[in-house]
């Protein structure tokens, strides 16, 4: 029997099929892998035990060789690799993340792929599919133009995949380092990512000829114009995102998306806090000792509001929905107004001497509070 139990360690029977024999490694190779389990030593050692039982028992010879001699198998089938006993499994602590693998040869794409959803070619597919760059723009619009929304022309300068070469700069062969993959491995081992190529970039592709509209770059100036859409709502310092507007992908890449950034104007009269409006109203003495009804201008126009008897300036008084649209749900702020008693600098005779008796007949003293 063998020292160590390659079944019990991927946690099959002996007479496990390959298929359930794969599924297991499968399950535990994701749960154990170092890129999962990050300085986690005993994870690494678990993940090296199941990868070599997986590596035996995967394969029909090496299997039967095991199970006839256990341990000894190896070298009983030191014939069948390359300097390696048994077709030569290494776990090593090689590589510029700690670890690589080297399978002595066979076909683990489909764990791969199964493990970490990408295959081998997969750098050279994501650097293929470049998407276009993100940008964000600054868009002025008015106080009026925020609340009720408002349509606007944005003119975007910007770089743009060449159409002459499709962004690759020119004409393209496959790299010699590489080999098209895209990727330089280190360490070997199916399990090692590698990293993208120093040559190519990742790109499996380097140029044989430069691209006289681009001069190599892949890029040209652009001038482009579209018509935005600017939500009844919409705050300073909104951002309105306009999908696929950005700047355009290389080959099939998609393209990115356009930021507007909202910068809302002041207005004259109305400043804005939230969803909420707020405005300073003038109104003269007998008004607001005696009570009155003004007009006051609103953004859906001007209304009636009610001046109680003995409004005091620097009072606030509310109207209610009267405010700003909500940008996401329904309704509105309130408008706030404050009240501000103006008093007249140019009485006539008559006005003075009405004040001065109203004054004689009133001894109230609105400091008497003051303890200074």
């Known amino acids: 029997m063998p020292g160590r139990d390659y079944y019990q360690i991927l946690g099959v029977d002996r ?17 154990c892998h170092p890129d999962v389990n990050p300085n986690d030593k005993r994870a690494e050692t678990r993940f090296k035990e199941i990868s070599e039982a997986y590596h035996v028992l995967g394969d029909a010879e090496k299997r039967k060789l095991y199970d006839q001699f256990g341990d000894n198998w190896s070298r009983v089938g030191a014939g069948a690799g390359a300097g390696q006993p048994g077709g030569g499994f290494t776990a090593n602590a090689g590589g510029p993340e700690g670890f690589s693998y080297d399978f002595g040869g066979g076909d683990f794409s489909d764990v791969f792929e199964t493990l970490f959803g990408q295959s081998r070619r997969a750098g050279r597919t994501r ?56 990727m330089q491995k280190q360490g070997g081992g199916i399990f090692n990512l590698g990293s ?31 018509d935005v859409n600017v939500p009844a709502g919409v705050k300073d310092g909104s951002r309105i995102r306009v999908g696929g507007q950005g700047g355009s992908g290389a080959g099939n890449g998609a393209s990115g998306d356009l930021y507007l950034r909202v910068r809302v104007e002041k207005d004259a009269f109305f400043e804005r806090r939230g969803d909420d409006l707020h405005c300073e109203l003038p109104i003269s003495f007998p008004e607001a000792a005696l009570g009155a009804e003004v007009q006051v201008p609103t953004k859906k126009g001007r209304v009636n509001m009610k001046i109680p008897a003995g409004t005091q300036s620097g009072q606030t008084l509310r109207l209610s929905g009267l405010g700003a649209p909500h940008l996401r749900g329904n309704g509105h702020g309130d408008q706030y107004v404050k009240i501000k008693i103006v008093v007249p600098n140019d009485l006539t005779e008559e006005e003075r001497f009405l004040i001065k008796e109203m004054a004689s007949k009133r001894t109230e003293n609105p400091r008497s509070h003051l303890k200074v």
Not at 15 to 31: E, F, H, M, N
Not at 143 to 151: F, I, R
Not at 217 to 225: A, L, P, Q
């Open 15 to 31: 007479g496990a099929d390959k298929k359930a024999i794969k599924s297991a490694y499968r399950k535990l190779a994701r749960k």
């Open 127 to 182: 650097a293929t599919l470049n998407k276009g760059q993100d940008i964000e723009h600054e868009i002025a619009v008015t106080l009026d133009e925020a609340l009720s929304g408002t349509t606007k022309r944005v003119q975007l300068s910007l770089r743009e995949p060449c159409q002459s070469c499709h962004g690759v700069g020119g004409r393209t062969q496959t790299c010699g380092a590489c080999g098209g993959s895209g």
């Open 196 to 226: 993208p190529c120093p040559r190519c970039h990742g790109q499996g592709e380097t140029l044989s000829d430069t691209c006289g509209a681009c001069h190599g770059s892949g890029s040209v100036d652009s001038t482009r114009k579209l």
